[in-house]
Nanobody, 128 residues
Framework: QVQVVESGGGLVQAGGSLRLSCAAY????????MGWFRQAPGKEREFVAA????????????IYADSVKGRFTFSADNAKNTVYLQMNSLKPEDTAVYYC?????????????????WGPGTQVTVSS
């Protein structure tokens, strides 16, 4: 299928910004819908954002969880076979391990079961 690897996590103060990257290997990410999920200690993995199979090209679309809408932005760089999650106005409740995932669906999907390929995750910690 495809291998994806996240990077860019770290420690940031509340109100700060951080950009996560997700590089795809093997096959082009443009043949997959892409998604970002996160999981905090003691909680289930939750949807953050998703992008259609077009990888941000004309005709593509993105969706966001209500908790991050207006603060996070999902984008793609086709030449680098990489997608990004720009996180602004970070809050302590954003603290979690963030995962990148690939789906064979055409449109963006927030359904966990639609993602067979996952990265190892990257830790994001937001201090008060």
């Amino acid at each position: 299928q495809v291998q994806v690897v996240e990077s860019g996590g770290g420690l940031v103060q509340a109100g700060g910004s951080l950009r996560l990257s997700c590089a795809a290997y093997g096959r082009s990410f443009s043949t997959y819908a892409m998604g970002w999920f996160r999981q905090a200690p003691g909680k289930e993995r939750e949807f953050v954002a998703a992008m259609s199979r077009s990888g941000g090209r004309s005709g593509g679309s993105t969706i966001y969880a209500d908790s991050v809408k207006g603060r996070f932005t999902f984008s793609a760089d086709n030449a680098k076979n990489t997608v990004y999650l720009q996180m602004n106005s970070l809050k302590p409740e954003d603290t979690a391990v963030y995962y990148c995932a690939a789906s064979p669906t055409y449109g963006p999907t927030l359904t966990l079961a639609n993602y067979p390929d996952w990265g190892p995750g990257t830790q994001v910690t937001v201090s008060s």
